[in-house]
Structures are given as structure tokens and as C-alpha cells.
């Protein structure tokens, strides 16, 4: 499976962003998906898991960021009023069981 997240970028605080991942490959045998983080000296973290009918967030976004899963393959990342501290490198990973698939991880400052 191989994982391309997109959307990142740089933001005022309080603005919203859209983080999208798409997956290629045996996507069939996809069963959980999911987005992690992780910021400048930080380790990485859990954002939001999506498997099956469950739903899966850190505290620290509960009520601010939404996750979605559009079909198979497609993953989604709802971020609203976004705070400096969400500043980071954000992953997109899926699972199918056995394997985690990783992707390369897309950009998101918080800034003014």
C-alpha cells in the first residue's frame, strides 16, 4: 500500500485546513486508517484513528479536527480553528492487520 497525504500549508491561528490521503495499491485490504503527527523535537502522535464505524481522537483536537473516510481509499482530515501548537508534519497511515503503511507526511504551520 502506498500513501500520499496532501493539503498541508501555513495558516493564521484560528483559520481551517484540509488534509486529504489517498492510497494505492491493495487497498482492499485496508481495515483502519489514520492521521499522526509530529512537531519540531517532538515524537510522533496520534491525531485521529478511523476504523470501520469508529471514531478516534486526541484530546487535544476533540471538538477542532474531523476525520473522514471517504471510501477505501480515501482519507480525509478536517482541521478548524487551528492553534500554533498543531504546527507540525502530519501522516497519513493505514492498516491491514499484519502491516502499517506510512506516507511521506505533508506540511502544516500555525503562525501570524
Known amino acids: 500500500v502506498q500513501l500520499q497525504a496532501s493539503g498541508g500549508g501555513l495558516v493564521q491561528p484560528g483559520e481551517s485546513l484540509r488534509l486529504s490521503c489517498v492510497a494505492s495499491?491493495?487497498?482492499?485490504?485496508?481495515?483502519?486508517m489514520g492521521w499522526y503527527r509530529q512537531a519540531p523535537g517532538k515524537e510522533r502522535e496520534l491525531v485521529a484513528l478511523s476504523t470501520g464505524s469508529i471514531r478516534r481522537y486526541a484530546d487535544s483536537v476533540e471538538g477542532r479536527f474531523t476525520i473522514s473516510r471517504d471510501n477505501k481509499n480515501s482519507l480525509s482530515l478536517q482541521m478548524n480553528s487551528l492553534e500554533p501548537e498543531d504546527t507540525a508534519v502530519y501522516y497519513c497511515?493505514?492498516?491491514?492487520?499484519?502491516?502499517?503503511?506510512w506516507g511521506p507526511g505533508t506540511l502544516v504551520t500555525v503562525s501570524s
Open positions: 497511515n493505514a492498516v491491514d492487520g499484519s502491516q502499517i503503511f
Open positions: 495499491g491493495r487497498v482492499f485490504r485496508i481495515n483502519g
